[in-house]
Every structure is written in structure tokens, then in C-alpha cells.
């Protein structure tokens, strides 16, 4: 379960953030996440506790077409 968040990854949370919003972007993993909300691109620094305990869904980020020869 450690894998579970990545960097790149929207979560949507239980609470809406005063905006609006409930989805979050996973700028850092660790101890401790950054977190940007999606409505207004404000930057949190949340436990990893509350995190796991608050998310109800992740959408994993879009892999990147690596394969671009030049």
C-alpha cells in the first residue's frame, strides 16, 4: 500500500477546499504530501495520515509517451 500515491496523481478528497473544489493535485510523497488544489492552485503540505484517511478516489496520472526520437 506504501505505492499507492505518486507524484502526478488527482485525488479527491472528503471535504472541498474553501474554493470549491475536492480534487488535488500529488505534487510530493512522504512523510508528509504537497498537495495543489485544482479549483485555485493553492499549495498545502498535508500528513500522510490524513491523507489515506481523507482520499476517496485517485486518478493516476496519464503516462508520458517516453518514446520521442528525435
Known amino acids: 500500500m506504501a505505492d499507492r500515491f505518486d507524484v502526478g496523481d488527482i485525488i479527491k ?3 472541498p477546499h474553501p474554493c470549491g473544489s475536492q480534487e488535488w493535485e500529488v505534487l510530493r510523497v ?3 504530501f504537497r498537495l495543489k488544489c485544482m479549483g485555485c492552485g ?5 500528513s ?3 491523507v ?6 485517485i486518478t493516476k496520472k496519464e ?3 517516453e518514446s520521442t526520437d528525435h
Open 48 to 50: 500522510r495520515k490524513l
Open 13 to 15: 478528497m472528503k471535504k
Open 52 to 57: 489515506e484517511k481523507n482520499t476517496r478516489q
Open 63 to 65: 503516462k508520458q509517451d
Open 42 to 46: 493553492h499549495q498545502i503540505m498535508v
Open 30 to 32: 512522504g512523510a508528509d
